[in-house]
């Protein structure tokens, strides 16, 4: 018999923040995208260039509009989303419990679910909190919710064990 694991913790606007911050970083840090993003702001950053050159103001004003959502509009406008989605779930301000052992996860909040091990695609460990990822999905437990270190390090060998702590 194997030992559980109780993780507990309210699931707030502030965790949804610390996921979204998270998720972000780790997506974007791990996706071939960015490199297709990256040259497509270098011909942007050509193209402002150019327009400096030519004076050519329409050229100038969208390069400049693209190139200012690049860099702060489109984090702005997902993490926007990610909030307004945040309020209207089901989940606001409910106490999320989980119980983890060998077998798998039981997720208790509104509904219970089983997640055995094998069917969650990764375990990522940011910072000090945890991300847990089953496509399409993340699943967020803060640092604060496991009891003890002990407990925390127990997840994250079961999730090693499992091959999908990353």
Not at 90 to 108: E, M, R, T, V
Not at 114 to 134: A, C, M, Q
Not at 147 to 164: C, G, M, P, R, T
């Amino acid at each position: 018999m194997s030992k559980n694991i109780e993780i507990v913790y309210i699931w707030d606007k502030n965790n949804i923040e610390k996921l979204f911050n998270a998720s972000y970083k780790y997506l974007f840090e791990n996706s071939y995208k960015r490199y297709i993003g990256w040259l497509f702001i270098a011909l942007l950053q050509f193209g402002v260039v150019v327009a400096f050159k030519n004076g050519t103001f329409g050229l100038l004003l969208f390069s400049t509009i693209v190139l200012i959502y690049w860099y702060y509009g489109k984090k702005y406008i997902a993490k926007k989303r990610a909030v307004n989605f945040f309020e209207k779930s089901p989940f606001k301000d409910k106490k999320i419990k989980i119980s983890a052992n060998k077998s798998g996860l039981k997720i208790d909040s509104i509904n219970s679910n089983f997640w055995k091990w094998e069917d969650i695609d990764k375990v990522v460990s940011i910072n000090d909190d945890i991300l847990l990822y089953k496509e399409p999905n993340f699943h967020y437990i803060p640092s604060s919710a496991f009891k003890s270190i002990d407990d925390k390090n127990y997840f994250k060998k079961l999730a090693k064990e499992a091959k999908v702590l990353k």
